[in-house]
């Protein structure tokens, strides 16, 4: 399993790594990345939907940093870690979960498209997710 962080700020990068989250850091991600990427690898950053969707689909797990106190002073700015926990700083699982009358809760499904219950073959609901970590 292979952990990829996408991020062009290093107080990102930073704070990442003091929660344990160390990877190939890369500015940005596109096609090329994720056709490379393989089921149960980690992607880390500020990701488009539409990105984050296609690395789902390859059942890759995806992390979304987020920020959400971040004032709008200091967006597109470089913040220090610190100024990072004052913004709320934390990590969200995004993906998607699914669950079928048969069963009670949600589980998390790899790829981005509905699936057949294994247990009464039905197909199961699907809901979009972000569960802090």
Partial sequence: MKKIIVSRHS???????????????????DSSLIETLQKDDEVYGILPTHLALQ????GVKVFLLQLPNVVF???GKELSPEEM???GAKILRFGLQH??????GWDWQSGSK??????????????VTLQEI
């Fill in 11 to 29: 107080s990102a990068i930073a704070w990442l790594k003091k929660r344990g989250i160390e990877g190939e850091v890369v500015s940005q991600i």
């Fill in 73 to 75: 002073e200091q967006r």
């Fill in 114 to 127: 509905a699936s057949v219950c294994p247990i009464c073959e039905d197909e199961q609901a699907v809901r």
């Fill in 55 to 58: 690395i789902l689909e390859r």
């Fill in 85 to 87: 926990e004052e913004a």
């Fill in 99 to 104: 669950q079928c009358h048969c069963t009670k």
